[in-house]
C-alpha cells in the first residue's frame, strides 16, 4: 500500500526531471545558435572580403587580387589556411611587379612556410620590392646588408638602402640612420643629420628614437641644435620610384 501511495509522487518527480533537462537541453540548444549567428558577423572594423570576387579577379590576372588571395590564404580566412597557396599567388603577384607580394614571398622563404627557408630567395625578392621604391623593401634590404643574410655583409649598402628608406618617410629607416649619424658608423659621426632623423623617428612614434634624443642632445651645441630644428622642418618625403 505505501509503494502505491508513493508511486504518483515518484511520477511527479521523474516529470519535473525531465522537464528541467529539456529546458537545460533547450537554453544550450539556443546558446549554441546565438554563438554561431555572432561568429558569422564580421569583426568590427573588418571589411568584408568577397572570396568569390577575389579569386576571379586573380584568376583574371590582376596583381592586387593575386596578392589579397595569398594573404587569406596565409591567414587562413575564408579559406583553409596554407602557406603553400599563399606561396603560389603571392608569387603570382610578385612576378607582375606588385612590391607588397614581393615582400610577402621574401617573409615566406625567410620564415620556411610554404617555401624552402632560402636566403638568396629573401634577398632576391626584397631587392625586387626596394628597387621598385618601396620603402619597406628598401629598409629590408638594408638589413639583409646588415646581418650578411643572403648578401654579402656590406655597411655601405645598408647606408644607402636606410638613407633611401628614411627619405621615403620609414620610421624604422629614420632611427637606424640616425643612429648610424650619431655612432658613426659607415659614415662620418654628425650630429645634426642624428639629431634630424632621430627626430623624425620619434614623431612617428620609434621611443628609442626619443631616448637615443635625449642621449644625444646634451653632446650638442645650441648652434647645431638649430640647424638640426631647421633640416626636420624642411624636411619633405621623396619618392623613389
Known amino acids: 500500500m505505501l509503494s502505491q501511495a508513493n508511486a504518483p ?3 511527479r518527480t521523474v516529470f519535473l526531471v ?11 540548444l539556443l546558446a549554441w545558435v546565438a ?4 561568429s558569422d558577423v564580421p569583426s568590427k572594423g573588418r571589411p568584408i572580403v568577397n572570396l568569390e570576387d577575389i579569386r576571379a579577379k586573380a584568376e583574371r590576372g590582376d596583381a592586387d587580387a593575386r596578392k589579397n588571395l595569398g594573404k587569406l590564404y596565409a591567414r587562413g580566412e575564408q579559406v583553409p589556411q596554407s602557406y603553400a597557396e599563399a606561396a603560389k599567388w603571392y608569387r603570382q603577384a610578385a612576378e607582375q611587379g606588385h612590391a607588397g607580394a614581393q615582400i610577402a614571398l621574401g617573409e615566406l622563404y625567410e620564415a620556411g612556410r610554404g ?3 632560402d636566403d638568396t630567395e629573401v634577398a632576391k625578392w626584397y631587392r625586387r620590392a626596394a628597387e621598385s621604391g618601396d620603402t619597406d623593401g628598401e629598409y629590408r ?3 639583409l646588408y646588415v646581418m650578411g643574410q643572403g648578401v654579402p655583409a656590406n655597411n655601405a649598402e645598408a647606408l644607402k638602402w636606410y638613407r633611401l628608406s628614411a627619405e621615403g618617410g620609414l620610421a624604422l629607416a629614420q632611427f637606424n640612420l640616425g643612429m648610424r649619424y650619431s655612432e658613426g658608423k659607415a659614415v662620418t659621426a654628425d ?3 642624428a639629431y634630424k ?3 623624425l623617428a620619434a614623431a612617428q612614434g ?3 628614437a626619443a631616448s637615443a634624443l635625449n642621449v644625444l642632445k646634451p653632446r650638442m651645441t645650441s648652434e647645431q641644435i638649430d640647424e638640426a630644428k631647421r633640416r626636420v622642418k624642411t624636411f619633405t618625403i621623396k619618392k623613389n620610384a
Open 18 to 28: 525531465s522537464l528541467a533537462i529539456c529546458v537545460i537541453a533547450a537554453s544550450l
Open 141 to 143: 634590404l638594408a638589413v
Open 115 to 117: 617555401v624552402p627557408h
Open 206 to 208: 620609434i621611443p628609442d
Open 197 to 199: 632623423w632621430l627626430t
Open 35 to 38: 554563438t554561431r549567428k555572432a
Open 191 to 193: 650630429p645634426i643629420e
Open 9 to 11: 509522487a515518484k511520477n
